[in-house]
């Protein structure tokens, strides 16, 4: 679970006897905050009915049972005041009527109950991010096609082509990236109370996007323990350095990630 998602999810309150994640994906996230005992009775939405499946499943490899319903987030089905807990990760920028949804959340939100949106992109950290994976993957398949190194650490033109599609839709369902008191600001016209926002990766994405777009585009064969290793101490280590020191000084909005709470 996110340093920040443990912050802003407040520990007085758990466990959380029935809780909601939207957009919920493979629902590693909603499945964390059970491992972690956070809540109790889980619940799963999302567009895709395949991804309803895949978390319904996961959390059954788990020892779990989740009830997952295929559903719009601007028009979720169930009752008023039915969850204690809503949650998502990485889901708002994806929804075109932010405010409907954070309205809809609200309502089947119990009064007292909380919400809490977690890894939504800020205007400047996805501006950056971009521009770094951009750059990152011009000279990473520039330089993996030299002779030399291209029969070990080329991808294929097929498996290039494919992540270039990836890519392109991606920017295609990236419908926002939002500036933290702005967030905070939809959220009370939605008609919640208690909100603030928490951001966090700023080292930490100029570090990862970069990694995690050289991985897309040379031959991961190449890259061994070793390597992910790097990859994940260097990212650990420059996110306790955003959290504990640079989150003092630099402002919030030029963080990548905004967690966004409120309750009912």
Request: net charge negative.
């Amino acid at each position: 679970m996110h340093a920040v998602g443990a912050q802003v999810l407040g520990a007085p309150g758990w466990p959380y006897a029935k809780a909601l994640e939207l957009g919920c994906g493979t629902g590693f996230f909603l499945l964390n905050l059970k491992q972690a005992g956070v809540l109790d009775e889980g619940h799963v939405t999302d567009i895709s009915p395949g991804m309803v499946e895949v978390a319904v499943a996961n959390a059954a490899q788990l020892g779990f049972t989740v009830e997952g319903r295929v559903a719009d987030a601007e028009s979720l089905p169930y009752d008023d005041e039915t969850f204690d807990l809503v949650v998502g990760h990485a889901v708002l920028h994806h929804i075109p009527d932010v405010e409907l949804a954070l309205r809809e959340v609200l309502r089947v939100l119990k009064p007292g109950g909380r919400f809490v949106f977690a890894g939504e992109p800020t205007q400047h950290g996805d501006f950056v991010a971009r521009r770094l994976s951009r750059l990152t993957w011009e000279v990473a398949t520039r330089v993996s096609q030299l002779p030399g190194l291209r029969d070990r650490w080329a991808r294929s033109r097929a498996e290039l082509a494919a992540s270039s599609r990836a890519a392109a839709l991606e920017s295609v369902v990236d419908l926002h990236t939002f500036d933290p008191d702005d967030l905070a600001r939809r959220a009370v016209r939605a008609g919640a109370v208690d909100v603030r926002t928490v951001t966090e990766e700023l080292t930490a994405s100029w570090f990862g996007w970069p990694l995690r777009t050289f991985e897309a585009a040379v031959n991961p064969d190449r890259l061994g323990w070793a390597w992910a290793r790097f990859a994940y101490k260097g990212w650990q280590r420059l996110s306790a350095l955003d959290e504990h020191v640079l989150s003092r000084v630099v402002p919030a909005g030029l963080f990548y990630n905004v967690c966004v709470t409120g309750t009912k």
